[in-house]
């Protein structure tokens, strides 16, 4: 979104190219998680004992008290598209549902990033 309003594209403009790439990458990792998550096991990993980072706690607290809203809403800005649609695939295993809540949080956070980054751009100028 920051390359979008820097270059000073037009706000429908930088929506499609940001929200376009950002559904490509959920539509792509959705369907392929299932793929690594069936090699990670094929591997025949070790058990190791957990670690809990910010990352995970940010990730269980979103999941107890958010659901899958929670786990989209932070995709975007905390965790990547391709791990916040893995965990989300895993957690909840209906793919619609879950591209679903990722479009309307992707387009969301476009939306508002794109009036801050343009109201404060002359900040960064």
């Known amino acids: 979104m920051p390359a979008a309003v820097f270059a000073n594209f037009p706000f429908f403009k930088a929506m ?5 790439g950002g559904m490509t990458g959920v539509v792509v990792f959705t369907y392929l998680s299932d793929w690594i998550d069936h090699k990670l096991k094929a591997r025949g990993s070790k058990k190791v004992r957990k670690k ?33 649609v893995f965990i989300a695939v895993r957690l909840y295993h ?8 990722m479009f309307v949080s992707i387009t969301a956070w476009a939306v508002i990033l794109y009036y ?4 404060f751009r002359s900040w960064f100028d």
Do not use: E, Q
């Not at 209906?94 to 809540?101: G, L, T």
């Open 16 to 20: 499609l190219i940001t929200i376009s």
């Open 52 to 84: 809990f980072t910010l990352t995970n706690k940010i990730i269980v607290y979103s999941r107890k008290y958010f659901g899958l809203v929670g786990i989209s809403a932070i995709t975007p800005l905390i965790l990547s598209i391709p791990l916040g």
């Open 94 to 101: 209906d793919k619609n549902k879950v591209i679903r809540y």
């Open 116 to 119: 801050v980054l343009h109201t």
